[in-house]
C-alpha cells in the first residue's frame, strides 16, 4: 500500500502548493492538513501533535495570510498558497492553583473562584478569546457567565473545550479562559451530580462487604 | 490491491434508493476469518525466540523490536543527571494519571514522563462511554460474565472480577474529580447497551466521555502539589539492580535537547498504552501519534511476560478518504443505528452487526477480490450508507453523530449526501504484560495498567471496558506501589540489557533494529504517506 502510493503521488504529478512551515519552504498536495505537509517536507521537531483528529488540543499553530495573523489546531487546517505557519511551544504551567479534594463545602465557592481566580472579573471585551477558539466556543461569554457564579452554564458552554489552550495566550489579562471553564464543569460535578442509581449499587456493595466481613469474623 | 472500482466512477453510480440486493447468507465463519482477517494472515504470525514468552505466538512485526537492540548501554549513563523519587509513572493518558493521582493521594511523592503532552493519548478520543453496572436489573456478575464471554473465555477471571467490581466506585471517584455525566431527568446516571452486553451499562458524557475524562484528570494532575509532570520526555529504557531482575528506575530522555535522564524509584508504573501507529500488516490505525508500543519492548527487555502478542482489534469502519483522516474512526454506533455497508457493485455483503472481527474480514474479502473501491492515492474501502440513514431517520447525523459531522465537515464532505469510504483500521491490542489485581508485572518494581497490560479482555475487548480498566487499575497500581516501601535501590544498572543482548547472540539474531520506535519514521522528520 504504502510503494504504490507514494509512486502513484511522488512520480505523478509535483506538488502544487507552496507555503512555509516554521520557517522552511514546504511544497505540498492539496487537500494535506499542515500536519501532513510538515512530516511530508521534512519538518524537523514537530512533537507536538497528537491525535490528528481535533479533539486532544497539542498541534497549536500560528498562521499569517498577508497581514492577517491567526491561530488555530494544524490537523484541522490545511495548506493553502503561501500561508505562513508556526508550530507554538507548548502552553506553560498554569498560574492558577487549587485541589479539588480541598473544598468540603459548596457556599462559599463564589469567594473561592475570585481567589483562585482574579483576573476573571476584569474581562475587557476584547474578544480575543472567542476569534483565537478553533472550536467556536463563546469563550468571553463563559467567563461572564463564571464570574457571575453561574457555574453550570458557564461549564456547559465549554463543552466542546479540548484544552488547546489558545485563549488563555489570547488573553490580555491572563484569565487562562480554558482553565476558568474547566473549573466551573469540575465544580458542577463535584458538588451536583449525585445520581440515585449510582449511590443505590454503591450502598448494596457496601452491605454486602459489611456481611462478607461478618461471616468471616464468625468463621474465625 | 491495485484492482477495484475507482472512487469517481463508484460516486457517479450511488443512488441512494439503490436496490441493495440480498444479504449472501454467511455460511463459514471460520473459513472467512482464516483467509481475510488481518490476525490469521499469512507470515503474520511468527515464534518469540528469546525472552519470557520464548516460543510463544507474536505478530511478526513486533517481534522484531521485542527481540531488538536497546538505544543505550553503561557508557551511556555516565554523568547523566540524576532524580530520585517514590513513584515513577510512564505514560500520560487516563491510566497515567490515575496511577500518578492514587499514589499522590497515599502520600507518595511522584514523577509523570510522557513523551508527548500530558493527556496526548488514546483516551482522549473514546467516544463511546464507560461501562459499570450500576441499574437495578446489572450486577457486578452480569459484568463480569459479559466481559469474559465477549473475549471469547481468554480473560483471566481474577482480573475480571476485580475490573467489573470497581466500576460503580471509579464513577464515584470521577465525579469526585469532577467529571460530568449525561443524566436522566430524574437525575439517575444515563446508560446505554452497546454489543456484547447484555443489558445496558454504558455510563458516557455525550460521544465526548473520553475528552471529559482526559481534561479533568489532566487538570488534577497538573494541579496536584506531589506529582511533577515531564512532558516530551519518553522512556528509552528501565534500570534494574545488580542482578537485572528487579525494577529500579527508568532511563528518559528529551523529544526537544535529546538529553538523557536516570530516574531512580521505589516503583516504576507503564501507562504507554498500545502500538497502532506501528501499522501492523500495513493497516492504517485510529491511534494517536504516540502509540508506538514502548512499554511493551520495555517491560519485555526486562525480563516481564506478555501475553495474547497475537492479538489486536481491527475496527471495521475506519475512514479511508479523506486521506488525512484515514484510519479514524466512524462510532461503531452508526452500523447500530442502521447504516449498511455496501461494495463497489451496489451490493450488501455481510449482516453489519455481526462482531467486530467478522465485519473487518468481509470488507477485507470486498476489497481483494475487486469489489472494493479505490482512491486516486490508492487507499480502497467500501461504503458505509450514511445518506441511506439520514434518510430513513431525518437529523440523526447531526444529533446523533456530531463528532463525525464535524469532523468530515472540515474536509468538505457531507455525509448525508454521499456515503463514506470505509476500511478496517488497527484499533486496539488485546493483550500486553501479563498482571495481577494490583497491576504488578512479574517483574518486581514493575506495574503495567491500562493498554499497555493484558489479560482482562482474553482476545476481544467489548466497548466502554477500556475506560473502566484504565481508571480502575491504574488506581490499583497507583496504590500498590506506594506501598512497595523496601524498594530503595542500591544501584542502578542496566543489567537486563546485558542479558538480553547475549540470549540475542546466542540465537543468532540480528542487532541491526533498535527500539522502542518513540514516534513512527514517517512523523521523525520523514516521508508522510499514509
Known amino acids: 500500500m504504502t510503494t504504490s502510493n507514494t509512486t502513484a503521488t511522488e512520480g505523478g504529478q509535483t506538488p502544487a502548493v507552496a ?38 488540543g497539542s498541534c497549536r499553530v500560528m498562521l499569517r495570510r498577508g497581514k492577517e495573523v491567526t491561530v488555530g489546531l494544524a490537523c484541522q487546517t490545511f495548506v493553502e498558497d503561501n500561508i505562513e505557519v508556526v508550530f507554538m511551544p507548548p502552553a506553560s504551567a498554569p498560574q492558577h492553583h487549587y485541589e479539588i479534594g480541598d473544598f468540603k463545602d459548596g457556599w462559599d465557592m463564589h469567594a473561592r473562584f475570585h481567589k483562585i481566580f482574579p483576573e476573571a472579573s476584569r474581562c475587557r471585551h476584547c474578544h480575543g478569546c472567542d476569534k483565537a477558539c478553533p472550536k467556536g466556543i463563546t469563550v468571553e461569554n463563559g467567563v461572564a457567565l463564571a464570574a457571575a457564579g453561574r457555574y453550570r452554564e458557564a ?44 449511590i443505590h449499587r454503591l450502598e448494596e456493595l457496601r452491605q454486602e462487604r459489611i456481611e462478607t466481613c461478618r461471616d468471616e469474623d464468625n468463621k474465625k | 490491491m491495485s484492482n477495484g472500482i475507482p472512487l469517481t466512477e463508484a460516486l457517479a453510480r450511488y443512488r441512494i434508493d439503490a436496490d441493495l440486493g440480498p444479504l449472501p447468507e454467511l455460511t463459514d465463519i471460520d473459513a472467512l476469518l482464516n483467509t481475510y482477517h488481518p490476525d490469521h494472515l499469512r507470515d503474520s504470525v511468527v515464534k518469540l525466540e528469546v525472552g519470557a514468552n520464548a516460543g510463544d505466538n507474536c505478530q511478526r512485526e513486533l517481534a522484531g523490536l521485542l527481540q531488538a537492540e536497546a538505544f543505550i548501554d553503561e557508557a551511556d549513563l555516565a554523568g547523566t543527571p540524576v532524580t530520585d523519587i517514590d513513584v515513577l509513572v510512564i505514560g500520560g493518558g487516563g491510566a497515567g494519571c490515575a496511577a500518578a493521582l492514587a499514589a499522590a493521594e497515599n502520600g507518595a511523592r511522584v514523577l509523570l514522563a510522557t513523551k508527548l503532552r500530558l493527556g496526548d493519548s488514546n483516551t482522549v478520543m473514546a467516544e463511546g462511554g464507560i461501562q459499570a453496572a450500576i441499574e437495578p436489573d446489572d450486577s457486578i456478575q452480569r459484568h463480569i460474565q459479559d466481559t469474559l464471554s465477549g473475549g471469547h473465555h481468554l480473560g483471566d477471571p481474577a482480573l475480571v472480577s476485580a475490573l467489573a467490581g470497581d466500576g460503580p466506585e471509579v464513577l464515584r471517584w470521577l465525579i469526585h474529580q469532577g467529571m460530568q455525566f449525561d443524566q436522566t431527568p430524574s437525575g439517575d446516571l444515563h446508560t446505554r447497551r452497546a454489543g456484547g452486553m447484555s443489558t445496558p451499562r454504558l455510563v458516557h458524557c455525550r460521544d465526548y466521555t473520553g475528552l471529559e475524562m482526559m481534561r479533568v484528570l489532566r487538570e488534577a494532575v497538573i494541579q496536584h502539589r506531589s506529582i511533577e509532570v515531564w512532558e516530551q520526555s519518553p522512556a528509552v529504557e528501565l534500570l534494574s539492580n545488580e542482578l537485572g531482575q528487579k525494577c529500579v528506575g527508568a532511563v528518559l530522555t528529551s523529544l526537544l535537547d535529546g538529553q538523557l535522564r536516570i530516574v531512580r524509584t521505589r516503583s516504576v508504573i507503564l501507562a504507554t498504552g498500545g502500538l497502532g501507529r506501528l501499522h501492523l500488516n500495513g493497516f492504517p490505525t485510529s491511534n494517536h501519534l ?4 514502548d512499554g511493551l519492548v520495555l517491560a519485555y527487555r526486562i525480563g516481564a511476560r506478555l501475553c495474547e502478542l497475537d492479538s489486536f482489534q481491527y475496527h471495521p469502519t475506519g475512514l479511508a478518504h479523506p486521506s488525512h483522516l484515514a484510519g479514524k474512526l466512524v462510532t461503531e454506533g452508526a452500523r447500530a443505528a442502521g447504516a449498511l455497508l455496501v461494495n463497489g457493485l451496489g451490493r450488501r455483503f455481510i449482516d453489519e452487526l455481526q462482531p467486530r472481527d467478522v465485519v473487518c474480514a468481509a470488507i477485507l ?39 463525525l459531522m464535524t469532523r468530515t465537515h472540515v474536509a468538505g464532505i457531507d ?15 488485546n493483550g500486553g504484560a501479563v498482571i495481577d489485581t494490583n497491576g504488578a508485572t512479574t517483574v518486581p518494581g514493575l ?16 466497548m466502554g471496558n477500556a475506560l473502566l480498566e484504565i481508571i480502575s487499575f491504574g488506581r490499583r497500581a497507583g496504590v500498590a506501589a506506594t506501598a512497595d516501601r523496601d524498594r530503595g535501590p542500591k544501584k542502578v544498572t542496566l543489567e537486563h540489557v546485558n542479558h538480553l543482548r547475549r540470549a540475542l547472540t546466542l540465537a543468532g539474531l540480528p542487532m541491526t533494529q533498535r527500539a522502542p520506535q518513540v514516534l513512527p519514521a514517517y512523523a521523525a522528520g520523514g516521508i508522510w504517506n499514509r
Open chain 2, 415 to 429: 455525509p448525508r449526501r454521499e456515503p463514506l469510504l470505509v476500511h478496517p483500521t488497527l484499533h486496539y491490542q
Open chain 2, 365 to 403: 474479502r470486498e476489497c481483494s477480490e475487486g469489489r472494493g473501491i479505490r482512491t486516486d492515492d490508492q487507499h480502497v474501502g467500501v461504503w458505509l450508507d450514511t445518506p441511506r440513514l439520514e434518510r430513513a431517520n431525518p437529523g440523526i447525523l447531526e444529533q446523533q453523530f456530531t463528532s
Open chain 1, 155 to 198: 461549564g456547559e458552554a465549554f463543552f466542546e473545550c479540548v484544552m488547546c489552550e489558545l485563549c488563555d495566550a489570547a488573553c490580555p489579562e491572563l484569565i487562562a479562559p480554558a482553565h476558568v471553564g474547566l473549573f466551573s464543569r469540575r465544580v458542577t460535578a463535584h458538588f451536583h451530580l449525585r445520581p440515585p442509581n449510582l
Open chain 2, 447 to 462: 506495574y503495567a495498567v491500562g493498554e499497555v497490560a493484558g489479560g482482562i479482555h482474553g482476545r476481544n475487548r467489548l
Open chain 2, 290 to 293: 504516540g502509540a508506538t508500543g
Open chain 1, 19 to 56: 507555503l512555509t512551515i516554521n520557517g522552511l519552504a514546504v511544497n505540498a498536495h492539496p487537500g494535506m492538513s499542515l500536519v501532513e505537509a510538515a512530516w511530508h517536507g521534512g519538518v524537523p521537531q514537530v512533537t507536538s501533535v497528537g491525535c490528528l483528529e481535533g479533539v486532544c
